[in-house]
T-cell receptor
Framework: GAVVSQHPSRVICKSGTSVKIECRSL??????MFWYRQFPKQSLMLMAT?????????EQGVEKDKFLINHASLTLSTLTVTSAHPEDSSFYIC?????????????FGDGTRLSIL | AQKITQTQPGMFVQEKEAVTLDCTYD???????LFWYKQPSSGEMIFLIY??????QNATEGRYSLNFQKARKSANLVISASQLGDSAMYFC????????????FGKGTRLSVIA
């Protein structure tokens, strides 16, 4: 079945560091990928929709200069958390869908646990 | 306004019993899809079951079934013969329209299966 690979799975770094998270669709092409953030004991909140070859669409309240998204190919989207601070510590998870048919589920990566010290 | 509402923060069920996790949704789009995902403590999101707005029959996938009541805008997940491995967070989600729109999630229900 369709698989989405996300890397790294865990990052611990100092405040002020920029962190890049990769999301790859392994056996299908994804013109669109989605980035979610999940704080402890909360739901998944959509941050942005990543579109191959064009600018990402950010949800209200998400700083596009803080969370840089690049979708350079049909199988890779990256999220860069720039100058990360402790409040950016969260679980980041990407998602993609194989077809645009409405009954297709979104496949998720295994997520990245980001801890900023 | 909340598009997906899950009113049960936590649920307990005895092993081998059935359990229903509630989900109501809000949309004015006649075309939509409803999904349930399981998230164990390790964090990955596991797709369980799908129900389309035009589907006439309730979806079933093994021990999972979806009780779809369109007029009430509810899409409850029923897990039969609960197993200890079913203990996890369960999220109801909706996609509106037919394009490549993202899933919107409810707040989730934590299910604990007791031996």
């Amino acid at each position: 079945g369709a698989v989405v690979s996300q890397h790294p799975s865990r990052v611990i770094c100092k405040s002020g560091t920029s962190v890049k998270i990769e999301c790859r669709s392994l056996d299908f092409q994804a013109t669109t990928m989605f980035w979610y953030r999940q704080f402890p004991k909360q739901s998944l909140m959509l941050m942005a929709t990543s579109n191959e070859g064009s600018k990402a669409t950010y949800e209200q309240g998400v700083e596009k200069d803080k969370f840089l998204i690049n979708h350079a190919s049909l199988t890779l989207s990256t999220l860069t958390v720039t100058s990360a601070h402790p409040e950016d510590s969260s679980f980041y998870i990407c998602s993609a869908r194989e077809w645009t048919g409405s009954n297709q589920p979104q496949h998720f990566g295994d997520g990245t646990r980001l801890s900023i010290l | 306004a909340q598009k997906i509402t899950q009113t049960q923060p936590g649920m307990f069920v005895q092993e081998k019993e059935a359990v229903t996790l509630d989900c109501t949704y809000d949309t004015s789009d006649p075309s939509y899809g409803l999904f349930w995902y399981k998230q164990p403590s390790s964090g990955e999101m596991i797709f369980l079951i799908y129900q389309g707005s035009y589907d006439q029959q309730n979806a079933t996938e093994g021990r999972y079934s979806l009780n779809f009541q369109k007029a009430r805008k509810s899409a409850n997940l029923v897990i039969s013969a609960s197993q200890l491995g079913d203990s996890a967070m369960y999220f109801c989600a909706m996609r509106e329209g037919t394009g490549n729109t993202p899933l919107v999630f409810g707040k989730g229900t934590r299910l604990s299966v007791i031996a």
